[in-house]
């Protein structure tokens, strides 16, 4: 394996909000903006979580708050007090449950405010956002092979990347992009799997074509990318170590 890129100083004078900084691909992507030379404005639901991973990030600020409260989002980005140059948001998570099981009310607040809050961080955020910055969302690929208890996630997987290809093209120049994450060895993916997660590992380690199962650090370097690459907008970007390629 060759040597990891230098990336000193690819980030170097900018500024980056982290939505779902608290841990897993928030907290990694923190981490890889600094090593690169930028400056991190953490924000996550959790004030002690928060806290915990400022004390090793050193940002600029922290706001503690959950991103699915619209009103929250605008205030926030209303009280930022300078321009950034990208806003990564990793929050949300994926919904299972097969029909017969499903309680349609809360299932239909789950989606609509998963929508909300992309949106939300689109119009907001868009006025901080220097000419040429990115916002950049982390959604999923689970929801692409139809099967029992997948019909929400399969309907948001659709869903992010057409708003994605939308709101690049509505907020030009800013750019837009999403990362379509499929298994990430993170603390959310073990609290989902429980005692199941060492043997889940070691099925992506033997069937995934890279041999290794994708972690938050995976995750991160392509985040760190799209903020670097201004030739980039309106597409996705599937992160999954050939999962997809898989028959099963």
């Keep these: 394996m060759g040597s990891k890129p230098d990336r000193s100083q690819e980030l170097v004078d900018q500024i980056v909000v982290v939505i779902g900084a608290s841990s897993g691909m928030g907290l990694e992507t923190a981490r890889q903006v600094r090593a690169a030379g930028g400056q991190v404005v953490m924000v996550g639901r959790d004030r002690q979580r928060l806290d915990r991973a400022a004390a090793e990030i050193r940002p600029l600020s922290t706001a503690a708050f959950d991103a699915g409260d619209t009103d929250r989002v605008q205030r926030f980005f209303g009280d930022l007090p300078h321009t950034v140059d990208h806003v990564l948001s990793t929050a949300g998570g994926p919904s299972y449950a097969p029909l017969d099981d499903m309680d349609v009310t809360d299932t239909s607040r789950h989606f609509g405010e998963r929508l909300a809050m992309t949106l939300a961080i689109a119009k907001y955020g868009r006025g901080k956002v220097r000419d040429g910055g990115t916002l950049l969302f982390v959604g999923g690929t689970g929801g692409r092979r139809p099967g029992i208890g997948r019909s929400v996630t399969a309907a948001m997987t659709a869903a992010l990347p057409a708003l994605t290809a939308n709101l690049a093209l509505e907020l030009a120049p800013v750019r837009v992009n ?3 994450a499929g298994f990430v060895d993170t603390p959310l993916s073990a609290s989902l799997l429980g005692d199941r997660i060492e043997a889940r590992r070691a099925e992506l380690r033997a069937s995934l074509p890279i041999r290794r ?21 309106g597409a996705t970007y599937d992160i999954d170590g050939g999962q997809q390629l898989l028959s099963t």
């Design 178 to 180: 999403l990362i379509a």
């Design 213 to 233: 199962v994708v972690g938050p650090q995976d995750v991160a370097s392509l985040a760190v990318h799209l903020m670097c690459n201004e030739a980039l907008t």
